[in-house]
T-cell receptor
Framework: KAGVTQTPRYLIKTRGQQVTLSCSPI?????VSWYQQTPGQGLQFLFE???????NKGNFPGRFSGRQFSNSRSEMNVSTLELGDSALYLC??????????FGPGTRLTVL | QKEVEQDPGPLSVPEGAIVSLNCTYS??????FMWYRQYSRKGPELLMY????GNKEDGRFTAQVDKSSKYISLFIRDSQPSDSATYLC???????????FGQGTILTVHP
């Protein structure tokens, strides 16, 4: 099976802009979780979607949002970008229980 | 205090050495435990996964969980330069789709 794919791999934006990141899970996986990874904070959970429903959300401001489509593909959106949003954004897919498989990530730089 | 504590290292060992990586946690509700390996500019790769206390072996890797002490370890035998990476412990089971990660330990195996 193909692994988790994320697009784009790299993004450069300026403060105040918005960005949309995409994630395609492993075929058959219905759960997609998103994480932000920074050198200072490590990997932090953003939110999780299962069958198009957000089941869980981490402690991030409302500028961070997401959605999931009927084919399990997921997008996350960050509005009004801040310098501190520069990070590696990772998505992980799961059959819905526990083991998560990660994609390569999208590296976002905010200038 | 963080829910999961991991010694960030860095750890530098000669090829062939036995490596021990450790995490402690405070939340007794964690039900499953994982180790991921992350190469530079890549997504985390699942190495080991276990539910219960005790040892689990897979090739050169052994994962050990002690729920009574809230302590998990990963041992790497006959370490190779290709093992040089960041190792992340992760724990889950408290809420949908959320893994809680340690800060990661940077390992370098030199020839």
């Amino acid at each position: 099976k193909a692994g988790v794919t994320q697009t784009p791999r790299y993004l450069i934006k300026t403060r105040g802009q918005q960005v949309t990141l995409s994630c395609s899970p492993i075929s058959g996986h219905r759960s997609v979780s998103w994480y932000q990874q920074t050198p200072g904070q490590g990997l932090q959970f953003l939110f999780e979607y299962f069958s198009e429903t957000q089941r869980n959300k981490g402690n991030f401001p409302g500028r961070f949002s997401g959605r999931q489509f009927s084919n399990s593909r997921s997008e996350m959106n960050v509005s009004t970008l801040e310098l501190g949003d520069s990070a590696l954004y990772l998505c992980a897919s799961s059959e819905g229980r526990d083991t998560q498989y990660f994609g390569p990530g999208t590296r976002l730089t905010v200038l | 205090q963080k829910e999961v504590e991991q010694d960030p290292g860095p750890l530098s060992v000669p090829e062939g050495a036995i490596v021990s990586l450790n995490c402690t946690y405070s939340n007794s509700a964690f039900q499953y435990f994982m180790w991921y390996r992350q190469y530079s500019r890549k997504g985390p790769e699942l190495l080991m996964y276990t539910y219960s206390s005790g040892n689990k072996e897979d090739g050169r890797f052994t994962a050990q969980v002690d729920k009574s002490s809230k302590y998990i370890s990963l041992f790497i035998r006959d370490s190779q330069p290709s093992d040089s990476a960041t190792y992340l412990c992760a724990m889950g089971g408290t809420s949908y789709g959320k893994l809680t990660f340690g800060q990661g330990t940077i390992l370098t195996v030199h020839p």
